[in-house]
């Protein structure tokens, strides 16, 4: 089993910062992609960032230029550090990660139980 622990969340003012950790324990061989998905009350829950092991990132179109994912592969963590923070970007964020376990074949997908981030205008 794997577990995801998220820390970071908060009440900030608009234009604010935040930094999001993730950090993965338990059976793990290796991971691939890892990544923050925010949910809005009322809305589907969506990707803001992905990173894949090599370092590649991905970014939802709306925290381009103001989001930016690294991961610490010698630790299986992830983090997120939102600059100018936006009211719209209030959400839970869910950290997510495919992990493959040591002895298995395939990777399997996890996620953190969600942090708050609300920012006031």
């Known amino acids: 089993q794997v577990q995801l622990v998220e820390s970071g969340g908060g009440l900030v003012q608009s234009g604010g910062s935040l930094r999001l950790s993730c950090a993965a324990s338990g059976n793990i061989f290796s991971i691939n992609t890892m990544g923050w998905y925010r949910q809005a009350p009322g809305k589907q829950r969506e990707l803001a960032a992905g990173?894949?092991?090599?370092?590649?990132?991905d970014y939802e179109d709306s925290v381009k230029g103001r989001f930016t994912i690294s991961r610490d592969n010698a630790k299986n963590t992830v983090y997120l550090q939102m600059n100018r923070l936006k009211p719209e970007d209030t959400a839970v964020y869910y950290c997510?990660?495919?992990?493959?376990?040591?002895?298995?074949?395939?990777?399997?997908?996890?996620w953190g139980q969600g942090t708050q981030v609300t920012v006031s205008s």
């Open positions: 997510h990660a495919n992990v493959r376990g040591v002895g298995l074949k395939n990777a399997y997908a996890y």
């Open positions: 990173i894949i092991s090599g370092g590649n990132t």
